[in-house]
């Protein structure tokens, strides 16, 4: 064993007892859709018109939601229920208390200068009788203050930290925006004008009506010249709890208006036991397949592979759970993906190391798996980063779920890379070293070619002379896709549309999972249902007239006896238009950072190919839920990004071996190479595909309806972008090649050399 092998298996087994002992020591946060949480209904005290209301209560919204996700709560539901409240749903939320005292705060900040100390009992202004801001300091003492300077939307930043040199405590350090600073310039010059020790010296800086610190001017501060205008320090013995409550108010803004609690309950998990332990069966059941189909294509490479592939399972499972990170139903939909990665991985290795021993059969085993590793290690390395890069800005530009999916799809793609290409490959090495496995060449699973690989061989079909009959069929796709959308329309779910909210009581208790089943026998199979936290039955659903709530509640009737109504409310979308914008526009950036990453790493015609045969698989997936009357919700958003994810993915490790190849041979026509590219790695992308379809084909059938809808994009999603990696994105770059390298004839230009038969790098040979 070779001292890097040694390096990697000692790695290895670190990781996974450290993995293990997470996983034996710490308990996951479930999101509410698992485990329940906390329901609170909050309203907006005051507001002039109706449509002031709407839209005053829908940008408080968005304040609240930027406060909930600083306080680290994943993938909460918020929505606008009537004019002016605000249903705020919290997964896993340890204290509601804490986190209703943080939420319902309006955080209005502001900085005042301080006319100077109060006598006892005066509240209005001697010369014009007005009144006066007479707020009390840290220490008791009565400051006049005069009209507001600066306000809270002039800070760009808060952060709460230990301040030890100075003995300060717990400090909140507000960064201001560029005219904010020049106001905090201005204030604190003019305060310094005054002597040390007077209380005109001093900024007054106040919270929803409290003084928080009223810090005297540095005596080195000259007059109207002030502090710098960068920022400043809030200083106020702060707890560092305190500090970091005060520095999230503080970045997450001012609400609009001051909001009420008026409801605050625990509710049960929407998906119900049933349901979450037949998806947990499914998921088991799918990798359990894929494991078996690996193992039975490499032989003793393959069961190597999925040892490391449950490793990879365990590693992940650990990085959630110590990371704090929420797991939610859409959220998991990254690991769909980071699995069918891991398995691709290896798959890309092992084809790799069967073309070495097919076209050297006399070089070691080991030889060629280390050569397998070395080439397959720029694919392996450029679709994950691309990955890595869409998930670090969902999470950064995102919120809500998309924020939670850009996590967990983070936390898979670096795990699957660690077993792919540590665990993986030390078990492999240490494998190869035995003369037993080197030997006997039907144990090992690389030294012979596949049954893909043989027939592709002998058949040697010719694919792109012709490059656009492809992307004329990849064209009537899409158009059916659109005429599906157009004619049927997209049936958006309660989650963009929102819907109707109603809690009814029963004579007899009904468990959540009677009444779900109930439910969708009588036709409400979309509904969300959870219980209140007295027994009450709480069913969510889209479009319902009031014929359809009598069906509801005549239906929910048959198991709970006497059914009262307690509540009947219409409630706003949970994905509001800035969340909604928000993920538009984080998808958009990922997919031009994307372009521009695959610009420099292959060719740009290659980037933009991969980026149309993207553009293709999301307009067939929604085309295909158009046709087929299912609804697009927050699940479907979190399969369609999955969905973007794999077919980048896939055409990233076509292209890259359309690069190793042409770069051998520069001589040979771009569509020869493009061929042999393709198929090189068919075998490689049948193989990784069967993987993810056999979870996927687990999820859809014992998954329950909750993940059906999930299960079935992402298996329409898998079968349309393994088509248009090689029928899409190679004929349009193809075509690309051929537009931008074919000078267009000269006009007037006759000459021989003008009119001499010229190669094109796109025919295989043929003369124009």
């Known amino acids: 064993m070779t001292r890097a092998t040694t390096v990697r298996a000692v790695l290895a087994a670190a990781v996974l007892l450290v993995s293990v002992f997470v996983t034996l020591t710490m308990s996951p946060r479930l999101g509410l859709d698992l485990q329940g949480g906390t329901r609170m209904v909050l309203q907006a005290k005051d507001s002039a018109t109706v449509e002031a209301d709407r839209e005053t209560t829908d940008r408080t919204l968005e304040v609240l939601r930027q406060r909930i996700d600083s306080l680290g709560v994943a993938e909460p539901v918020l929505t606008r229920s009537g004019e002016d409240r605000i249903i705020v749903e919290l997964p896993d939320v340890q204290d509601p208390r804490q986190a209703a005292a943080v939420i319902g705060r309006t955080a209005q900040l502001s900085f005042h200068e301080v006319l100077g100390a109060a006598p006892p009992g005066t509240d209005t202004a001697p010369e014009t009788g007005e009144k006066r801001l007479i707020l009390p300091d840290e220490q008791g003492t009565r400051l006049d203050l005069g009209p507001v300077r600066l306000s809270g939307a002039g800070v760009k930043d808060a952060t709460a930290f230990f301040e030890a040199q100075q003995a300060a405590g717990w400090t909140v350090k507000l960064d201001f925006h560029k005219d904010a600073g020049k106001d905090w310039t201005k204030l604190t010059g003019e305060a310094a004008c005054h002597p040390t020790g007077d209380e005109r010296r001093r900024v007054a800086i106040v919270l929803d009506e409290k003084v928080i610190s009223s810090p005297q001017v540095d005596p080195s501060v000259g007059c109207q010249a002030g502090l710098p205008s960068g920022g400043t320090q809030i200083t106020g013995s702060f707890t560092a709890k305190e500090a970091r409550d005060l520095a999230l108010l503080i970045k997450g803004g001012a609400l609009p208006v ?223 896709a659109v005429a599906g959308i157009v004619v049927r329309g997209v049936d958006l779910g309660v989650e963009f549309t929102g819907g109707r909210l109603v809690e009814y009581s029963t004579s007899r208790p009904v468990d959540v999972e009677t009444a779900r089943s109930t439910l969708a026998d009588a036709g409400f199979g979309d509904a969300e249902i959870t219980t209140a936290g007295d027994g009450d039955i709480s069913v969510r659903t889209g479009k319902l007239d009031n014929d359809g709530e009598h069906a509801l509640r005549t239906a929910l009737a048959t198991e709970g006896g006497e059914t009262t109504k307690v509540r009947d409310e219409l409630i706003g979308p949970s994905l509001g238009d800035e969340l909604r914008r928000n ?162 004839p000269v006009p007037g230009k006759s000459s021989r050399r003008a009119r001499a038969p010229r190669r094109d790098p796109l025919d295989n040979g043929a003369r124009v």
Request: hydrophobic fraction near 55%.
């Open 583 to 744: 993920a538009l526009i984080a998808l958009g950036v990922a997919v031009l950072v994307q372009l521009a990453y695959l610009a420099v790493r292959f060719r740009w015609t290659f980037a933009v190919g991969s980026v149309i045969a993207m553009v293709h698989d999301v307009i067939i997936v929604v085309g295909a839920f158009a046709w087929l009357g299912r609804p697009v919700d927050g699940i479907f958003l979190a399969a369609l990004l999955t969905v973007i994810g794999y077919s980048v993915n896939d055409s990233v490790v076509v292209f890259d071996r359309v690069r190793e190849l042409w770069a051998g041979n520069r001589k040979t026509p771009l569509a020869t190479i493009a061929r042999r590219a393709v198929l090189q790695t068919v075998p490689r992308t049948v193989n990784t595909g069967m993987g993810a379809l056999f979870i996927l084909v687990a999820l859809a059938v014992l998954g329950g309806d909750s993940l059906a809808d999930f299960a079935l994009a992402l298996l329409i999603g898998i079968v349309v972008g393994t088509w248009s990696s090689v029928f899409t994105a190679v004929p349009g770059a193809l075509v690309l090649e051929r537009t931008t390298t074919a000078p267009p």
């Open 258 to 480: 001051p909001v009420e609690i008026v409801e605050q309950r625990t509710v049960g998990p929407t998906l119900g036991a049933v349901a979450i332990d037949a998806s947990a069966q499914a998921a088991l059941i799918g990798a359990a397949a894929t494991a078996l189909f690996i193992t039975f294509v490499y032989r003793l490479f393959g069961a190597l592979a999925a040892v490391a592939l449950a490793a990879y399972g365990v590693i992940s499972y650990a990085a959630l759970v110590g990371l704090g990170v929420t797991l939610t139903l859409p959220g998991l939909a990254g690991f769909v993906l980071a699995i069918g990665m891991a398995v691709d991985a290896n798959v890309l290795v092992f084809e790799r190391a069967r073309e070495e021993c097919q076209d050297r059969p006399t070089r070691s085993l080991r030889s060629a798996l280390t050569t397998g590793f070395q080439k397959a290690f720029s694919a392996v390395a450029d679709s994950n980063i691309t990955t890595l890069l869409a998930a670090g800005l969902l999470f950064f530009l995102g919120s809500g779920p998309v924020k939670g999916f850009g996590v967990t799809l983070a936390i898979g793609v670096i795990a699957s890379m660690f077993s792919a290409l540590v665990i993986a490959r030390a078990l492999t090495e240490i494998a190869a070293g035995s003369r037993f496995v080197s030997d006997y060449r039907g144990v090992n699973g690389i030294a012979r070619p596949g049954s893909v690989r043989t027939w592709l061989t002998r058949k040697d079909p010719q694919l792109f002379r012709k490059p656009v009959q492809w992307l004329v069929i990849s064209t009537a796709l899409v158009a059916v």
